[in-house]
């Protein structure tokens, strides 16, 4: 009864003659090769809602906000850096003025240690005037990088010890090298100049820390947050003022691609209403088996991608049977060997129906594959096992349940544990035994409610369905 049920409920067309199994067989190898590798990208065609395109425009917006606010702010870092490692160069500039002459002439330390005392303590009374901050350590360093003399103003032993532990290098090339660090909320400035006489030749090194007055570092820190603030604002108010026109823009955008959405599922259904109509008088049986596949699909956990190709599968698995004659379509007895081959023809042809559009070509794993049977004796590949596509085992179930189920013009309906009895003889041998079990779990309560439900009530439901999985983001 059921390989009787399952040449009853798909077909193909004939081309002129019934083909070899030769050609037939490198034939499908063909088909399938050049539609596989189109599956994967039309198999996630999902279109996003207006609120998920404007969603991603304001969180472009803010991220691009946050980026330019960030280099703004390490820019207002380099400046503020700047002016402080500009002081440390006012002072070793003054310095040298001051002491040029001792160091060229390689004074003892004790000379210099105390040139060194007298100068910082008068630079650090005219910086504190200023409001800028004050030198809490100075160092000076011969040319071979030996220490000659050091100042610590009293209470900053602390920044001494911390310039032995984090002691950096001499700078090669002339130019100053400085580190900031905050500590209790204040800024210091770690910095080493080279000290050069008139002619350029190096007269040692002169190593500080600053601390910024609390007045300059809240102001560092205003000027700061005020060019970030600024830059940040200034973006997320130049797409305020676009975002209503990318989203004007995008919901026309959304329009169209969704008219073109909705005629492909249009087609999608007509196509497998006419050539279901034809077989059995009724677009019912598409419209069950395809809410009966996606439930199951569900109910084994598949991927949305799995599914939106499971319902084009369920759809059109039949559309081959637009070329079968009637005589072999709607015979009411059984086929004979002939005609069971022509009608086995119908994969190959719908094959070729959904390879002639790339948005139904991720149909072809159904199409194709929903004969196959798990022991390796279905058609036409006589695939085995996982070999055969998920979407076409989950399908073969969901098929064969329901023409079993459903009255047809060449049979009249079984009973539910009849039908459940026939797919339990099937297990491991038409169907996966694991999709099965699955199946089995939850097909009382599904047969009711489709039973309930009616024609009218099914294609309601199926078309709640395919809102979900083909239109929302």
Excluded: C
Aim: a negative charge; aromatic letters at 6%; glycine letters at 8%.
């Amino acid at each position: 009864m059921s390989a009787q049920i399952s040449s009853k409920v798909i077909g193909s067309k004939v081309v002129g003659s019934t083909m070899t199994a030769t050609s037939e067989r490198r034939r499908l190898s063909l088909l399938f090769r050049s539609l596989s590798g189109r599956h994967a990208d039309v198999a996630t065609m999902r279109l996003p809602t207006a609120r998920a395109v404007l969603l991603r425009l304001a969180g472009a917006a803010l991220f691009l906000a946050l980026a330019v606010g960030g280099i703004a702010f390490l820019v207002e870092v380099e400046i503020a850096d700047g002016r402080v490692v500009e002081l440390a160069r006012e002072e070793s500039a003054a310095f040298l003025t001051e002491a040029r002459s001792s160091l060229a002439a390689g004074a003892a330390d004790s000379d210099l240690e105390a040139s060194l005392q007298r100068f910082m303590a008068s630079r650090n009374g005219l910086r504190l005037n200023h409001g800028d901050g004050h030198f809490i350590v100075a160092e000076l360093y011969a040319p071979d990088q030996r220490k000659t003399a050091e100042y610590v103003a009293p209470g900053a032993e602390w920044a001494e010890q911390r310039l032995s532990s984090t002691r950096h290098g001499f700078p090669t090339d002339g130019e100053a090298i400085y580190d900031r660090f905050t500590l209790d909320g204040h800024i210091f400035i770690q910095t080493m100049e080279p000290l050069l006489d008139s002619d350029g030749r190096p007269l040692g090194y002169f190593e500080s820390v600053f601390q910024l007055s609390a007045r300059r570092s809240h102001e560092i820190l205003r000027d700061t947050a005020t060019v970030v603030a600024v830059s940040s604002l200034s973006v997320l108010g130049t797409a305020l003022v676009l975002l209503p026109i990318f989203g004007a823009y995008n919901r026309g955008i959304l329009r169209l691609s969704r008219g073109l959405l909705d005629a492909n599922i249009g087609m999608l259904t007509a196509l497998g209403s006419a050539i279901a109509k034809r077989d059995s008088d009724t677009n019912a049986h598409n419209y069950r088996v395809t809410v009966l596949a996606i439930r199951l699909a569900e109910a084994l956990g598949l991927e949305d991608a799995a599914i939106r190709q499971l319902v084009k599968g369920a759809f059109l698995h039949d559309v081959g049977k637009i070329a079968i004659p009637d005589s072999i379509l709607l015979k009411p007895g059984k086929l004979d060997a002939e005609e069971f081959a022509v009608m086995k023809t119908h994969v190959v042809h719908g094959l070729d129906i959904v390879g002639s559009s790339d948005w139904l070509a991720d149909a072809a794993d159904v199409v194709g594959g929903h004969h196959e049977k798990f022991d390796g004796s279905g058609y036409p590949r006589g695939l085995r096992g996982e070999a055969i596509p998920i979407s076409a085992r989950i399908f073969a179930v969901a098929d064969v349940f329901d023409a079993l189920t459903s009255r047809r013009p060449y049979k009249e309906p079984m009973s539910y544990a009849t039908t459940m009895g026939i797919l339990a003889d099937g297990a491991g041998k038409h169907f996966d035994p694991v999709v099965l079990a699955r199946f089995t779990a939850i097909a009382a309560d599904l047969h009711e409610q489709l039973t309930e439900m009616g024609d009218d009530g099914v294609r309601d439901e199926l078309r709640g369905l395919v809102m979900r999985y083909f239109k929302l983001a």
